[in-house]
């Protein structure tokens, strides 16, 4: 089947240049089939990365001297555009792709690959390759300005309809994007607040486990109070019928001192007499 043209464009790092020249770490090299047929435009990635230095730090200096302050930190200095291709293209269709990117992005391509080296085997045990190519060119044009701001959705489309032409594939239907920029600290932060959350929800649920036992206890607690207020309020009525008998005894008491005391004054008087 014929592969269709697309061109996917993402802000990168000078890692990149490592990997498109298969020079570097065996952890940035995506290598599955032999090396033999990739070719890299300058084939070593420390002479690409000399390039990137000298010509950002150029860029730069013309930013502050036109603008009056220093680059953004965050501003995309290095961006990659991954071309799709078919197996008859070779490194000179690669080339009038990336000199489009000079010409109308007014910047400077860094590094152009071609690659033979990815793809899979499928089912029947043939070999699959994923025939594309990077052209890694500069975040900032020859003005010191974002090129990035360049790339829309209309700059997309021509961009989609002009590589298809010129590589003779079939037009994608669909426009482009331009593709998000891999955050990795910030999909180091989430993961951070996932854990954090994560954690939470822990203590959080141990807290509620705490909680429910306090209840329990107080529930037990009232049970408790509210028997012992009984146990008291037996108690309290039991003292008031001890107080009325004892206040009962005490008039008693008087009325048998009043009646013993009344005759022993009568025979007083009777032996006075």
């Given at each position: 089947?014929?592969?269709?043209?697309?061109?996917?464009?993402?802000?990168?790092?000078?890692?990149?240049?490592?990997?498109n020249?298969?020079d570097?770490?065996?952890?940035?090299?995506s290598?599955?089939?032999?090396k033999?047929?990739?070719v890299?435009i300058?084939?070593?990635?420390?002479?690409?990365?000399e390039?990137?230095?000298?010509?950002?730090?150029?860029?730069?200096?013309?930013?502050?001297?036109?603008?009056?302050?220093?680059?953004h930190p965050?501003?995309k200095?290095?961006?990659?555009?991954?071309?799709?291709?078919?197996k008859?293209?070779?490194?000179?269709?690669?080339?009038?792709?990336?000199?489009y990117f000079?010409?109308?992005?007014?910047?400077?391509?860094?590094?152009?690959?071609?690659?033979?080296?990815?793809?899979?085997?499928d089912?029947?045990?043939?070999?699959?390759?994923?025939?594309?190519?990077?052209?890694?060119?500069?975040?900032?044009?020859?003005?010191?300005r974002?090129v990035?701001?360049k790339?829309?959705?209309?700059?997309?489309?021509?961009?989609?309809?002009?590589v298809s032409?010129?590589?003779?594939?079939?037009?994608?239907?669909?426009?482009?994007?331009?593709a998000?920029?891999?955050?990795l600290k910030?999909?180091?932060?989430e993961k951070?607040?996932l854990?954090e959350n994560?954690?939470?929800?822990?203590?959080?649920?141990e807290?509620?486990?705490?909680?429910?036992?306090r209840e329990q206890?107080?529930?037990?607690?009232?049970?408790?109070?509210k028997?012992?207020?009984?146990?008291?309020?037996?108690?309290?009525?039991?003292?008031?019928?001890?107080q009325?008998?004892?206040?009962?005894?005490q008039?008693?008491?008087?009325l048998?001192k009043?009646?013993?005391?009344?005759?022993?004054?009568?025979?007083?008087?009777?032996?006075?007499?």
């Amino acid at each position: 089947m014929k592969r269709l043209a697309a061109v996917t464009i993402l802000p990168t790092s000078t890692l990149e240049l490592t990997h498109n020249a298969r020079d570097g770490d065996k952890k940035v090299d995506s290598s599955i089939f032999p090396k033999d047929e990739n070719v890299v435009i300058p084939a070593s990635s420390q002479e690409a990365k000399e390039r990137y230095k000298i010509l950002i730090k150029e860029r730069k200096k013309l930013y502050e001297e036109k603008f009056k302050r220093k680059l953004h930190p965050k501003t995309k200095k290095l961006l990659s555009a991954v071309v799709v291709l078919d197996k008859h293209h070779t490194i000179e269709d690669v080339k009038k792709v990336a000199k489009y990117f000079e010409d109308k992005l007014n910047t400077d391509v860094i590094q152009i690959a071609l690659h033979r080296d990815e793809g899979y085997i499928d089912e029947d045990g043939n070999k699959v390759i994923n025939h594309h190519a990077h052209i890694v060119f500069l975040g900032l044009d020859k003005e010191a300005r974002s090129v990035r701001r360049k790339i829309d959705k209309k700059f997309l489309y021509q961009l989609q309809k002009d590589v298809s032409e010129m590589l003779n594939m079939p037009k994608l239907q669909n426009t482009p994007k331009l593709a998000p920029h891999v955050n990795l600290k910030k999909i180091n932060f989430e993961k951070k607040i996932l854990k954090e959350n994560h954690t939470l929800k822990e203590k959080l649920y141990e807290m509620e486990q705490i909680n429910k036992q306090r209840e329990q206890e107080y529930t037990q607690l009232q049970e408790k109070y509210k028997k012992a207020f009984q146990e008291l309020e037996k108690l309290r009525k039991e003292i008031i019928v001890l107080q009325n008998e004892i206040r009962q005894l005490q008039q008693e008491n008087q009325l048998l001192k009043k009646a013993y005391n009344n005759p022993l004054k009568e025979n007083l008087k009777l032996q006075n007499d």
